[in-house]
Structures are given as structure tokens and as C-alpha cells.
């Protein structure tokens, strides 16, 4: 083999606390001879577990360490600890790394916690002996001899019985042992039961802890869902108080804007003012009196609503004047044609028109009721009674109930109607002219 490159392990235990029976060394010579690669067999014995950084050293007699070791080779695991060529095993130590001296060695199995677990007997490096030598010895060295081999007796007996109590005090080690490792078993088994146990209850605990993020994150996310509902619901609320304040409010001031509609255009400026005064003063009076802040608030915009309103009768009422601008216009053509028919019956009859010092008036009501004529009567009345009815027919306003010619007035008097109606702009519905404030609730009703 090569020479190893990593130390073993090794420590400091004494002797007395090692176990030598653990391991037993086999087939060991008393000597062996230099030059040549030596094999080591052993056993392993029962409750004898090897590990992977185990070795075994040559150590010389006398060693106190671990440490001490002269070479080692690293023990070869086995590949089934239960068969019987798994508990045999063998290591070689190559010649080279053996000592030169001829001192005594040992075998030495030394586990990865540098604890001795087994140690073989003492053996010499050194070559054969010549066995035909004759030794002649006298009679003070035989006895000198018999009386060494009988101190070897003695120690011999000595070592036996100290072998004796070793394996006594071995065998009480292994007992101890076996309990040892028994109670070792239970509380291996008390530790993995209690391993598994924490590990279930981590589980429950992370399952639990989960859960009860689950149910904060559903938590939160309703919360949210609850305050926006509860924004929604609070702006509802509060749009539905002021609609029915308004409501109220306007109820209560219909009064007021009819009067104000009422006013001619000049004065619609003049109102403007007022209300513009008005609102600073609500302004002014809501700095001094802030528990009233919100009914000057409602006030102002009742007035602003107010002030649309009036703009909006100030364009309807221009627009009406346009109309009857129109139609007075129209009306003055009328009467420019019936200024011509009459002076062609009269041209007809040898009168002149422009004779007569009186004039048919050119007003709208009274071209409709009555019949242009000469201050002290028409002489020729007879004639144009007689002639008026193929001349002119008369129609009824159905609103007014005011005359209108039958043939020139057609779109006159559809216009006039449409100025005595008012149309639902949303619906189209119409109201009479004198139903005002119905109509006005009825396009209010839309709004709502």
C-alpha cells in the first residue's frame, strides 16, 4: 500500500479506559521476519460497530497514547456485518513501513474517536534461529533458569488471574454497556418520537398560522369592500338629503320665481343685482353665524338655480317677442294686401280709397274682430256683408279663443298656439300656457 497521507485519529485516553475485547487479532506470530509485507487478521466481535475513519496501528510495548503508534493502515468496512466473512477481516502492512529494532509490538484497533477497541499479543521483528545450535548450560544457570521460569510461573499465574478479573470487569463493562445502550435505543426512540411530535406540531402550527393569515387577508380585503360600500352608501345618502331638501326648498320658493318671472327685461338686470347682494350678504351672514352654513349654502344655490331660470325665461321671452315681431310683421303685410283688395273693389265700384278720411286699424285684435271701415259707416256695408263671407272666414284660437282668418293666418295661428303651450322638452307632453306651475313640476320630476 502507499503511505497514507492523513493522520488517524488519536487522543489521550489512558489504557485502563480502553476495551480491548471488542476487536480480536488472530493467527499473530511470536515473530516475524524483516523485509517482508506482514497481514493482520481480525474479528469483529458482536456489539462491535466499525466506522469508516477506524485504523489499525503497530504500537511497541509500553505505549501509554494513542499517539503513540509506529505505522497504521486504515481498516476496510465490510459489506455485511451480519455474515460471518464480514465479522473476518485482515489488513497488510507493506515491509517498508515496518520497524528495523528487534523490540516487542503489538496490533492495536483504534476506532475514529481514537479509542482502543482491541490489541493483539506482543510480537518481534527479527530473523529465525538456527535450531541445531546445542547449548550447554552449567548447574548454577540451570538453576538460575528454573528459577527465572519459576518467577515466570508465578507472573504468568499472576497475569492469568489478572485476565480473570479483566474479564470480569469486562464482562460487567459489556452488561453496563448493553444498559447503556438500551436506555441510549429508548431515548434515541424518546427523541425521534419527540422529533416527529415538534415536526407535526410545527406542521399543524404553520398550517394554523396560514390559515389564520388566509383569514386576515379575507378580513381585510371585506373591510375594504365594507368602507367603500360605506362611501357609497354615505354619498347616496347625502345626494338624496340634498335632493330632498332641495325638493322642499323649492317647493316653498315656487312662489318667489313666479314673481320674479313676472318682471319685464329691464328689471331682470336690476333682479341679478339684488340677488348678487343678496348672496354676499348670505356670504357675510354665514362668516358670522357658522351653525347656518349649510342653509345659506342651499340658499345660494336655490338663488343660482333661480337666476338659470330667469335667463332661461329671458330667452324664451325674447324668443317669443321675435315670433310676434314676425307675426306683426306679417299681420302689417296682410293688411298692406287687404289696403289693396279694398281699394280694388272701391276702383271697381268708382271710389277711391285714399278719399276717406278713415283708416282700418292695423292691430292684431282688431283686424280680427272687426272689419276696416269709414268713421261714419261703409256706404256700400250691404255690398261688402254680402262679400266678406267668400272674402274671409274666421278660426278660433282653441287656447284664447281670439278670430283669425281662415286663409292667411294658418301659420300665424299655429305659432300663436305654440306660444300659449308649453312642451315637455323631455317628453313632449303639452301644458296650457295658465298651467305654468304644473309644467314646471312635471320637467322637475325628470330630474329626480
Not at 497481514?39 to 466481535?45: A, F, G, I, N, Q
Not at 271710389?351 to 269709414?374: E, H, I, M, V
Request: hydrophobic letters at 30%.
Amino acid at each position: 500500500m502507499e503511505e497514507p497521507i492523513e493522520d488517524p485519529p488519536t487522543s489521550a485516553v489512558l489504557l485502563e479506559h480502553c476495551h480491548f475485547s471488542q476487536v480480536i487479532f488472530n493467527s499473530v506470530e511470536k515473530f516475524y521476519v524483516p523485509g517482508g509485507d506482514i497481514t493482520c487478521y481480525y474479528t469483529l466481535t458482536q456489539h462491535f460497530i466499525p466506522r469508516r475513519k477506524d485504523w489499525i496501528g503497530i504500537f511497541r510495548v509500553g505505549w501509554k497514547t494513542t499517539r503513540e503508534y509506529y505505522t497504521f493502515m486504515w481498516v476496510t468496512l465490510p459489506i455485511d456485518l451480519n455474515s460471518k466473512s464480514g465479522k473476518q477481516q485482515e489488513v497488510q502492512f507493506k515491509a517498508y513501513y515496518l520497524p528495523k529494532d528487534d523490540e516487542y509490538y503489538q496490533f492495536c484497533y483504534v476506532d475514529q474517536d481514537g479509542v482502543v477497541r482491541g490489541a493483539s499479543i506482543p510480537f518481534q521483528f527479527r530473523p529465525e534461529n538456527e535450531e541445531d545450535i546445542l547449548v550447554v548450560t552449567t548447574q548454577g544457570e540451570v538453576e538460575e533458569i528454573e528459577q527465572h521460569n519459576k518467577e515466570l510461573c508465578e507472573e504468568n499465574q499472576q497475569l492469568k488471574d489478572s485476565c480473570v478479573s479483566l474479564q470480569k470487569q469486562n464482562s460487567d463493562m459489556q452488561a453496563k454497556l448493553r444498559k447503556k445502550q438500551e436506555e441510549l435505543e429508548t431515548l434515541k426512540s424518546i427523541s425521534k418520537r419527540l422529533e416527529e411530535t415538534m415536526r407535526e406540531q410545527k406542521d399543524c402550527w404553520e398550517t394554523e398560522l396560514l390559515q389564520l393569515k388566509e383569514q386576515n387577508q379575507k378580513m381585510s380585503s371585506e373591510n375594504e369592500k365594507m368602507g367603500v360600500r360605506v362611501d357609497q352608501l354615505q354619498a347616496q345618502l347625502s345626494t338624496q338629503e340634498k335632493e330632498m331638501e332641495k325638493l322642499v326648498q323649492g317647493v316653498q320658493d315656487k312662489t318667489e320665481q313666479l314673481e320674479h318671472l313676472k318682471k319685464e327685461n329691464g328689471q331682470l338686470f336690476l333682479s341679478l343685482t339684488e340677488q348678487r347682494e343678496r348672496q354676499k350678504e348670505l356670504e357675510w351672514t354665514v362668516e358670522e353665524m357658522k351653525q347656518k352654513e349649510t342653509a345659506a349654502a342651499k340658499k345660494q344655490q336655490e338663488l343660482t338655480d333661480q337666476n338659470f331660470d330667469l335667463s332661461k325665461r329671458l330667452s324664451e321671452n325674447k324668443i317669443i317677442y321675435n315670433v310676434l315681431q314676425k307675426e306683426k310683421e306679417r299681420m302689417e303685410e296682410e293688411n298692406d294686401l287687404l289696403k289693396m283688395e279694398n281699394s280694388t273693389l272701391l276702383s271697381y265700384m268708382g271710389l277711391n280709397y285714399d278719399s276717406f278720411p278713415y283708416q282700418a286699424p292695423t292691430s292684431n285684435q282688431g283686424g280680427a274682430r272687426q272689419n276696416p271701415g269709414l268713421v261714419y259707416g261703409n256706404p256700400y256695408s250691404g255690398i261688402q256683408e254680402s262679400s266678406a263671407p267668400s272674402l274671409l272666414s274666421i278660426k278660433k284660437c282653441p287656447t284664447c279663443k281670439s278670430d283669425f282668418p281662415d286663409d292667411l293666418f294658418d301659420h300665424t295661428l299655429e305659432q300663436h298656439v305654440q306660444t300659449l303651450s308649453l312642451n315637455c322638452p323631455i317628453c313632449d307632453k303639452a301644458f296650457p300656457a295658465k298651467e305654468k306651475q304644473i309644467f314646471e313640476d312635471h320637467v322637475f320630476c325628470h330630474t329626480l
